[in-house]
């Protein structure tokens, strides 16, 4: 606890006590169903209050039918009471505080599942390929007040502690108050006091109804980060207006709007650093001579916590991600376990399936949304076996992991000088550093629990054979084979870019059958390292692979960097010309003095021990990439089953 004294120290929020100055932010999970709260919900909160954090507020009570744009979010309507009574309960027994935030999405909740249109300040649309939405009259601005009123007094009957009331992330409130969203020319646009009355005539409304029943805050962002929109100092200035003149009980700050890419930017994924925000907010927190300010966005480790605490700005910060990552990280470090954590790496795959309407999961643990299903720790075994895992990347530490928690006799056998697989490579690109916290924690693991890793092994069918393991978990892997290109010759592959340190002067032209995380950070990469950069593929959308929001920040770098990225495209070359066309349009560019073609094909699986190992009778488990090639999230959900399965 001395290096994290802060961290650790209690605190007050109005009438409601922190054990410690560590929250979860809301955040949608899509575990909903109907638009409730599920069983998912409450083992989802339980199991994060059971691992020590200090307050969590739960996602969005949506206020309004115009605002279910999320299949599995949650409304604020009377049936849902008796779900979000568990929830509270499920939590505050296990010592942590509880809020929940309330919030309309406005323009950008087009409700397909209901069929009900958006509704916003104007008819703008949040972005190109979004819905018009019903511009607000005011009949409809009191209905959504009274909406608020509703939800909040549901929560203070549900026994919440706490209510958030949300003006930041491009939500209704939100657009009203940014010069980007709202162009009204009644009363309720045009100045900064005009943008501002709708959502204060909320806040003051949600105030008034609950009194002092509750402790009541506001969610804003910090700056929107849209050219036009609600700045920085406009941020100040809103910050300083609700400190002077609104009794809340604490301010939470995070930046951006939904907009394209802004807010990417809200989720950062590894490439922007750790805490890269903490000085918007602390220059909001400034601001704040009498309300409490929290904090949000990649907080990554309890370090960063007590940087951040430490300023004597802040109040507590958001470690959300963190916690979906590994909900106990709180308790282990007060254990003085720090180094069992298992660690976020902000790879968004979180994020980006919430995107996709399907519920939440996590990329280093699996167990999320499952955690009635897959307790942890995971039960032990009936039966100690002998299992011999051929692999150390994800897939097969993974497995390894689980099988020896639950008591088997676990080796690793590893055909290269050290395990990780394709992280090795991976992390050797652009902002993709934090990749080796993934492979460092599942090293040390297995470390800890005694599982020996055996490095430079190719073994033979006969070799395994004789090994005697009573189980066989193949987890080979793919590998990316390099091609010869038509009219060049042998192209290079991706891990050629990635491990070069310098490409001053050199133009590399990438083709890109594979579309993923491998072509963005061979992009970056190369372009960093000084490469004019050329990206094609015949995808119409490029980096399609890529989770949602990080393709959002990848492209806008990418952009920034230079990189042309050519879609719908192919590439013929002749010498050290590629003429790339198009199928939707006619004609062609030719790119003179290509120095380096990169082709980016799917992976193959090793696969050549399976039908011979089958062949010998062995009990054998493929698991990752030698059954089909894919993410880190397929790679570590399958080991992580498997493992249990065992």
Aim: one cysteine or more.
């Amino acid at each position: 606890m001395t290096r994290h004294e802060r961290v650790f120290s209690p605190v007050d929020l109005g009438s409601v006590r922190l054990r410690n100055r560590v929250f979860v932010s809301a955040h949608t999970t899509n575990f909903g169903q109907d638009f409730l709260p599920t069983d998912r919900h409450v083992a989802y909160h339980r199991e994060r209050a059971r691992g020590g954090v200090g307050l969590i507020v739960t996602e969005p009570l949506r206020v309004h039918p115009t605002s279910l744009g999320r299949a599995g979010g949650l409304a604020a309507v009377p049936e849902a009471l008796p779900g979000l009574e568990r929830i509270v309960t499920a939590v505050r027994d296990e010592g942590a505080a509880i809020f929940t935030q309330v919030t309309h999405a406005g323009r950008h909740s087009e409700n397909v599942f209901r069929r009900t249109a958006a509704w916003g300040p104007t008819s703008t649309r949040w972005s190109s390929s979004g819905g018009v939405p019903h511009a607000m009259t005011r009949r409809d601005m009191t209905e959504i007040v009274e909406a608020y009123v509703a939800a909040v007094r549901l929560a203070v009957r549900a026994g919440f502690q706490g209510v958030e009331v949300h003006f930041g992330h491009g939500h209704l409130l939100h657009q009203f108050i940014s010069p980007a969203s709202n162009t009204r020319t009644d009363a309720y646009g045009g100045s900064e006091e005009a943008r501002l009355r709708f959502p204060l005539e909320v806040l003051d409304a949600v105030l008034d109804a609950v009194g002092d029943q509750v402790v009541v805050g506001v969610r804003m962002s910090a700056d929107e980060l849209v050219t036009g929109g609600q700045d920085l100092e406009a941020g100040r200035r809103i910050a300083h207006l609700l400190d002077t003149t609104r009794p809340i009980g604490f301010l939470n700050v995070s930046l951006a709007s939904y907009t394209v890419p802004s807010i990417g930017h809200h989720v950062a994924d590894m490439s922007e650093g750790h805490t890269p925000y903490l000085d918007d907010a602390l220059a909001v927190a400034q601001e704040c001579e009498r309300v409490p300010v929290l904090a949000a966005c990649r907080f990554l480790d309890l370090d960063d916590a007590e940087r951040g605490l430490a300023t004597g700005l802040l109040t507590a910060v958001a470690m959300t991600r963190a916690h979906i990552a590994d909900p106990h990280l709180l308790r282990k470090a007060d254990a003085g376990a720090e180094g069992t954590i298992r660690p976020c790496v902000s790879c968004n795959f979180c994020i980006g399936e919430i995107a996709g309407h399907r519920p939440m999961t996590c990329m280093m643990n699996p167990t999320v949304g499952r955690e009635e299903e897959w307790p942890e720790p995971a039960p032990q075994a009936g039966r100690r076996r002998r299992l011999l895992v051929l692999g150390g990347g994800t897939a097969g530490m993974e497995t390894a992991r689980v099988a020896a928690e639950r008591g088997h006799d676990v080796e690793v056998w590893e055909s290269a000088p050290e395990p990780g697989g394709q992280l090795r490579v991976g992390r050797r690109g652009a902002g993709r550093a934090d990749l080796d916290r993934l492979r460092a924690h599942l090293e040390g693991r297995l470390a800890d629990l005694g599982v020996p890793v055996r490095a430079d092994v190719e073994p033979t069918a006969a070799d395994v054979v004789a090994h005697g393991a009573d189980a066989v978990v193949l987890a080979t892997g793919a590998t990316h084979v390099a091609r010869r290109v038509p009219g060049w010759g042998p192209a290079i592959t991706g891990s050629d870019v990635l491990c070069r340190e310098s490409w001053t002067d050199q133009t590399v032209l990438i083709l890109d059958e594979d579309n993923g995380w491998v072509a963005a950070s061979v992009a970056e990469t190369a372009a960093r390292r000084g490469a004019t950069v050329h990206l094609v593929t015949a995808a119409g959308t490029p980096l399609s692979g890529v989770s949602e929001y990080s393709r959002m920040t990848y492209v806008e770098r990418l952009r920034d960097l230079g990189v042309q990225l050519w879609a719908a495209s192919r590439a013929e070359l002749a010498g050290g010309t590629a003429t790339i066309s198009s199928g939707l349009h006619d004609g062609a560019t030719d790119l003179d003095r290509v120095t380096h073609v990169v082709a980016l094909d799917p992976p193959v699986p090793r696969e050549e021990l399976v039908e011979p190992l089958y062949a010998a009778g062995l009990e054998l488990h493929p698991v990752g990439d030698v059954v089909a090639p894919r993410t880190l999230l397929e790679a570590m959900a399958e080991g992580h089953a498997l493992g249990r399965a065992l």
